[in-house]
């Protein structure tokens, strides 16, 4: 069963047909620990639409977190940019270390939906889009489904200084989710798949997929430590890190169209504007 926000409010798809009921505030669907029983009552009384109506981001009030160097390619990755800053060991005891790096990534307002625009830094040459797997947390700290981040990143800024994160992570529209959640307490099994491709000029540019079985840590460990001395009245969504790195010649450009899938929840499209 998955969960849509829509310009005609929430739209439950089960079976792959879509269904449209009296529903409450996003805020207090997403709030709710029984939001997969609660749903499945709706669809008893539910409308069944036609289509699926024009999406918005999955995310009313809550906050986006992420979780970085939970993959050995990330480790990789940000070991290597940060090796010129004297930072490049940094992320190879984080990647070792019990305590996960976990940092705040956006507010809603940042964050763009399904066939939304990302952006990029004007002050970078040297960004990247990171395919990542979200979870939708209430605020007791309970993963009640899933859906797809992009977490957009600024590698040169990252890598001059590892202090220069908050930069290089948060900005506008530097977060993606989509394009609904994937409503469901069971974790995802460790042979799901993500794959992202680019599009430049309608040409595949980068392509590369993962699975969760490449992840160091379990995403309950990651919720553990996120809601150690922090509170979400709101829930949240945890991003919990990237497997794939594209080269370091390659940039994002204007234009380009950026494809995360990660079966049963979806396909996200973006496009870099």
């Keep these: 069963m998955n969960l849509y926000r829509t310009k005609d409010g929430p739209i439950i798809e089960d079976g792959g047909h879509y269904y449209s009921a009296e529903m409450p505030s996003w ?8 939001l997969s029983s609660f749903l499945v009552a709706r669809l008893r009384t ?64 940042r964050v763009v939906g399904a066939e939304g625009l990302v952006a990029v830094r004007e002050d970078s ?11 939708v947390i209430t605020p007791s700290g309970k993963t009640v489904g899933y859906t797809i981040g992009n977490d957009m990143s600024a590698r040169d800024i990252e890598g001059e200084n590892p202090l220069y994160l908050p930069q290089a992570k948060v900005y506008d529209r530097s977060c993606a989710l989509g394009p609904g959640i994937l409503i469901s307490t069971e974790p995802l099994p460790k042979s799901t798949e993500i794959r992202l491709e680019i599009l ?25 430590y996120l809601f150690l001395h922090n509170t979400f009245p709101n829930g949240c969504f945890l991003m919990t890190g990237t497997g794939i790195v594209p080269p370091d010649s390659f940039t994002l450009k204007a234009g380009d169209e950026i494809r995360i899938t990660i079966e049963p929840i979806g396909v996200l499209v973006n496009y870099v504007g």
């Design 27 to 34: 805020k207090a669907l997403l709030i709710r620990d029984d």
């Design 46 to 109: 539910a409308r069944k639409v036609e289509h699926l109506p024009k999406l918005l981001p999955p995310i009313g009030s809550q906050e986006v977190w992420g979780a970085g160097v939970t993959y050995h390619r990330s480790r990789n990755a940000r070991m290597e940019e940060s090796k010129a800053a004297g930072g490049g060991n940094f992320y190879d005891r984080i990647y070792s270390a019990e305590r996960p790096e976990l940092f705040f990534k956006a507010t809603a307002h």
């Design 125 to 135: 040459s040297w960004s990247v889009p990171e395919p990542e797997l979200a979870l």
């Design 200 to 224: 430049r000029a309608k040409a595949r540019a980068f392509s590369a997929s993962t699975t969760l079985a490449e992840m160091k840590r379990e995403p309950a460990a990651l919720v553990k």
